[in-house]
């Protein structure tokens, strides 16, 4: 079984900054792809960004310029700088791994259980 534990949530004010980091758990041998995705109220949920095992990064158009992803292999973690926050952002940011390889099975998707960001205007 996988486990993804997001954290970094929190509140801030308009053109703060806050990092949120997710730890992939569970005898994990590699994982594909990794990512956020956040959902606002009344909104479906959309792509923030992605990273692959290689590092090419994709971007949500709104955020290009303000957030950078990051991920580190060796601990199956994965970041989000978010910088000049806007309180459009304001959603629960979730986790996405995709292509986990464990030693008995491969997930395809595995999601976290999601952190508030809140930016106040």
């Known amino acids: 079984q996988v486990q993804l534990v997001e954290s970094g949530g929190g509140l801030v004010q308009d053109g703060g900054s806050l990092r949120l980091s997710c730890a992939a758990s569970?005898?994990?041998?590699?994982?594909?792809?990794m990512g956020w995705y956040r959902q606002a109220p009344g909104k479906q949920r959309e792509l923030v960004a992605t990273i692959s095992r290689v590092d090419s990064t994709n971007y949500k158009d709104s955020v290009k310029g303000r957030f950078i992803i990051s991920r580190d292999n060796a601990k199956n973690t994965v970041y989000l700088q978010m910088n000049s926050l806007k309180p459009e952002d304001t959603a629960v940011y979730y986790c996405y791994a995709e292509g986990v390889v464990t030693g008995t099975t491969t997930y395809i998707d595995s999601w976290g259980q999601g952190t508030q960001v809140t930016v106040s205007s």
């Open positions: 569970g005898s994990i041998l590699r994982i594909n792809t």
